[in-house]
């Protein structure tokens, strides 16, 4: 018995409501993250609609019923399993970085980590292909993302236009649009066919014809590098003129 245990309670009266001990809380969300990581699984592998919620539930040694508690319908923990994978991708790609151009080279990154998961992309090409109809149980999500995301790369364009590294006649909003659409498209290609196209290069190819210098970021430590030598060398040059002078002044006096 806690010190935080109510009088009622000690006197013996029940209380309305118990809190679950903090060790349950962590227990109950490892188990939503093994069951969700699971879910991906299951779904990446044999599709939404395939996938069973036994086979998931198996895989996290549970019954179904068990997993129901965790998440009351299939459809839920679809929505669940999205938001999961959304989560970790905004591991590699950060928009709220100052830099734009930073931002957007996480969708390279991004690009590349798809390129290890074929499962989950097919996946995902598959739900939002699907989702199109309103009926959907993904509907909503992938409308709400597109729009989130689409706002997000534009942001990115934009910052990439205010520190004036984007070339004329390039728009934000058309570029986040076209970005979009490009790795979308690219997704569907490389699945077909993995050794036809790299995502991750063929992405940054396209950021190059858009973005200034996109892939000068070793270059400009070059050239603050020689920018400091050079700093160096302006700094011993009095010396070196004053020798030079010193010895100028010898041979006159010398004539």
Known sequence: MTETTSA?????TAPTGKRKPRGEYAKSAATRTAILDAALEVFAESGYRAGSLREVAERVGMSEAGLLHHFRSKSALLMAVLDHRDAL??????????DGIEALRGLVKLAEHNASIPGVVELYCTLSAEATSPAHPAHAYFVNRYESVRESVAASFRRVAEAGRLNPGVDPGRAAVATIALMDGLQVQWLLDPGSTDMAEALAEAFRSMIVGYDLAGLEQVLDARSAEAASVDAVEPGDAAIAATGAAAEGAEA
């Not at 991708?89 to 100052?98: E, G, I, K």
């Open 89 to 98: 991708a905004r591991a590699l790609v950060d928009f709220d970085l100052p």
């Open 8 to 12: 009622a309670t000690r006197e013996g």
